[in-house]
């Protein structure tokens, strides 16, 4: 094989360099997280308050005997309280050693995101999202706002 050939491969790479994410929904909005920080996700779960928490964190649930802070992302984004208060999904992340569980209205599927596609977030977008955006990828009908696991796990 031809040198030549090799780098032109590696830039190719480069240049078709992707992202997986989990996307969930929150209201209307699709968001999307790094697949390599997920760990599990899950259906309707028994969630024990905790009393003098910040308002973002709903409880702990208990995961193969593991304690789990449940973050509810509506109100770490500031969105109406879920209509359904009992449905929901959890997806449970590990951040710095630690697993959180994310409470979601709905978990989609995996999508895998070109790097050269996505767009810095919009100087628009409302404040609390702002902050936990790290970008937006444009779908056929919809956009998917991609969300910092630290910056939202930040109360």
Do not use: C
């Not at 590696?10 to 969930?24: E, L, R």
């Not at 909005?29 to 779960?45: A, E, M, S």
């Not at 770490?76 to 630690?98: D, Q, S």
Request: charged fraction near 20%.
């Amino acid at each position: 094989m031809s040198s030549a050939y090799v780098v032109a491969a590696a830039k190719s790479d480069v240049s078709t360099s992707a992202t997986m994410y989990v996307t969930m929904r929150l209201d209307k909005q699709l968001i999307g997280i790094p697949v390599d920080v997920v760990r599990d996700v899950l259906l309707r779960q028994a969630v024990t308050p905790i009393p003098l928490a910040a308002k973002e964190v709903a409880g702990s649930l208990n995961l193969r005997g593991r304690i789990v802070t449940v973050i509810d992302v509506r109100r770490r984004l500031n969105l109406p309280e879920r209509v359904n208060n009992g449905e929901g999904m959890f997806v449970v992340v590990e951040h710095k050693n630690e697993l959180y569980s994310l409470m979601v209205d709905s978990v989609g599927e995996v999508l895998t995101v070109s790097t050269a596609e996505t767009e810095k977030t919009p100087a628009n977008l409302n404040g609390a999202w702002k902050d936990v955006s790290m970008g937006i990828h444009k779908l056929s009908n919809e956009l998917l706002v991609i969300i910092d696991i630290h910056a939202i796990l930040t109360l």
